[in-house]
């Protein structure tokens, strides 16, 4: 692969144009829940952004594709609304196309939007037709029956029948500060919910969520480089100022209204709500200091609800995606933390062991739950538990592996260190009978991490050293390239993870990551040690790991010459390491990083540090800027311009101390990029730009920098 013959792409523009080999995978999967057929997304090449809707014919194995934007989009117009960009921005979503749909109950019927419009397809058929609209669409949905399809557009839930018939609105407010159907910030970006209404299993009612904006904090996020364009403005509730009001009504096909009550003051999050059959609607509710979450049956008639289980701590619960849940006898399936492990619970007993780490439920049927766990936390397995048979461990090989079930068929995606990419194997009744086609493309290089465990906290570490072909003589300079956040683990056994740290390997570094205290699949107790301070634990295990690991490979490491480098947690982790601990590390690259917590938003900050009007020590403690007189490393701050997760404001607000302490340093910002830097000349020189940054700080004077390859 080449821009021009004979010239094969350098792996920073080959890594750029595949989205990090991510292209071309098959993703969204879903299996019916007969088994008869598995629904996924995928685009056509390893360099394609654009995802069609596909289906697998379980029985025969064969592959068809049930509807392709370039065809159902005769106008080439794949315009994305402004409201769908934000919720995309939320998601993480980097590939275009169909990037999500939704199925009825039997996974025959499929919708989802293109370029703000809205189609539904056949699965059974192959048959994609678009149905009428009252304006750009969002988050389609179908009802279980597939008899009708719900929709947001500007502020308000429409409803459309599968035919395309009796388009209406069903609920909406005259306000540019409510809407009715959609998440708020807050829920998107760090709560795990992405969505702001539930069917009924009959399809004639909705339970919806309102959301009034108006107590929150206006931003403006300008580009400076388009001073022609107008700011576009967003509510973002930063730590200890007011949130969205949210509250949830039951609506009718006819827009009759029957509002939701529970007390609001207490639990104000909307952490999840849903509908499930045979069952009555439900709420789960949070308190603003996270310590209480609360599960509320909700009469449908009346909309008063009562408490039917609540859990606290004191420090935060925990929110977990697709809970709550019921088997269909009625018991509850849940997650509890017992004996420092977060446990599978059904009815509030414990069905998993002390020890194995549950974390994430994929899915719940009639007498079974599909879980994500594991007792080593560089690695992630899947697991059946069923009334019947107790617990069934279903992937043995070390590796990363999610999953989804639909009778008897699983569907099972596979991550290891032996090879680059996933891979989706379709098994029923434990007979592997397909996998699903992947067009992603094939890395030019191939990682070749070493995972150890360093110091006396036994942290989970990887080591990347360069390929013998391109092996420097002596020690080698080292870049620690850790994220180091809450709940997010780097140190996996998946290949492709450690793709970007190889490269750099490659240019001449030992990289190092580890994963400290915090970053998950360890227990509560190791989740918990940062809170009220995302500063000390962090960076005391980052220097840990480091010196740890320079006596395990005796003469690969150099300690003399330390470079840090991290995005958005790991950006502010790589500023704070060459602050305060400028004996350790020699230089950082800090790209999107949080430097005052006191910007950053409510329900993640809060979550950690507490309410900055209660305690602003806590949150000075973990912030920047007063650190700010004391550099003498260097420092490179990367930042999109259009950033409206961690705002610009952020690294501009600690050049300003630095430039205020007299200290040097260099400002990369980045015009028209977000949190997320996909463009692909930005994320292939972003690469280029950060090696010869460290190059130079971290050069030996007798091995002045060169070029990267």
Known sequence: MSDSPGQPLSFPRHRARTRNFTLGRPRNVTVADDGSRVVFLRSVSGTDPVNALWVLDVEHGKERQVAEPATLLTTGDDDVPPEERARRERMREIAGGIVGYDVDTGATQAVFALGGRLFRADLVT?????????????????????????????????????????????????????????????????MDRSRGYWWAPDGQQLLVAR?????????????????????????????????????????????????????????????????????????????????????????????????????TSTTWVDLH????????????????????????????????????????????????????????????????WSASAGLERLTTAPGMYRGTIGGDVVAVETATLDAPGTTWTISRGGTEVARLTSYADTPSIRATPRLIRTGSRELRTAVVLPRDDVRPDGPLPVLMAPYGGPHF???????????????????????????????????????????????????????????????????????????????????????????????????????????????????????????????????????????????????MLIHGLADDNVAVAHTLGLSSALLAAGRPHTVLPLSGVTHMATQEAVAENLLLLQVEFLRSALADPQDPPGTPA
């Open 211 to 311: 959301v009034d904006e108006s107590p929150v904090r206006r931003w403006h996020i300008a580009d400076p480089a388009h001073p022609e364009q107008p700011a576009t403005e967003t509510r973002y509730p930063t730590a200890g100022t007011p949130n969205a009001v949210v509250t949830v009504a039951i609506v009718g096909l006819d827009g009759a209204r029957v509002d939701v009550a529970w007390d609001a003051d207490a639990l104000p999050y909307l952490a999840t709500a849903g509908w499930p059959a045979d069952r009555p609607p439900y709420v789960v509710a949070q308190s603003r200091d996270q310590r209480t979450v609360c599960l509320l049956e909700v009469d449908p008639g009346s909309g008063a609800t009562r408490a039917i289980a609540e859990e």
């Open 321 to 384: 995606p697709r809970l709550p849940a019921w088997l269909a006898d009625g018991r509850l399936v849940g997650l509890a933390e017992h004996e420092d492990t977060t446990t599978l619970t059904v009815d509030g007993e414990a069905a998993t062991p002390t020890g194995l780490q549950v974390t994430a439920v994929s899915g719940v049927g009639d007498d079974w739950v599909l879980l994500e766990a594991s007792e080593e936390p560089t690695e992630r397995h899947l697991y059946r």
């Open 126 to 190: 192959g048959d994609a037709v678009e149905l009428p609209v009252a304006g750009p669409v969002i988050d389609p949905r179908l009802d279980p029956t597939g008899s009708r399809v719900g929709y947001v557009t500007g502020s308000a839930l429409h409803v459309v029948e599968s035919d395309g018939s009796q388009g209406r609105p069903v609920i909406g407010e005259d306000s540019d500060d409510v809407t009715w159907g959609v998440a708020e910030f807050v829920a998107a970006e760090e």
């Open 489 to 635: 683990r780097m140190v996996t056994t998946a290949h492709n993870l450690y793709l970007e740290p190889q490269w750099f390997a490659d240019q001449g570094f030992a990289v190092v990551i580890a994963d400290g205290r915090g970053t998950g699949g360890r227990g509560p107790a190791w989740d918990r040690a940062v809170h009220l301070d995302l500063a000390g634990p962090v960076l005391e295990d980052q220097v840990d790991a480091l010196r740890a690991a320079a006596e395990q490979l005796p003469g690969e490491l150099d300690l003399g010459r330390v470079g840090i480098s991290g995005w958005s947690f790991g950006g502010y982790l790589a500023a704070l390491a060459v602050l305060r601990r400028p004996d350790v590390f020699h230089a950082a690259v800090a790209g999107a990083p949080v430097t005052d917590w006191t910007l950053y938003d409510t329900h993640y900050t809060e979550r950690y540090l507490g309410d900055p009007t209660a305690d602003p020590d806590v949150y000075r403690r973990s912030s920047l800027l007063d650190d700010a007189p004391g550099l003498r490393r260097p420092l």
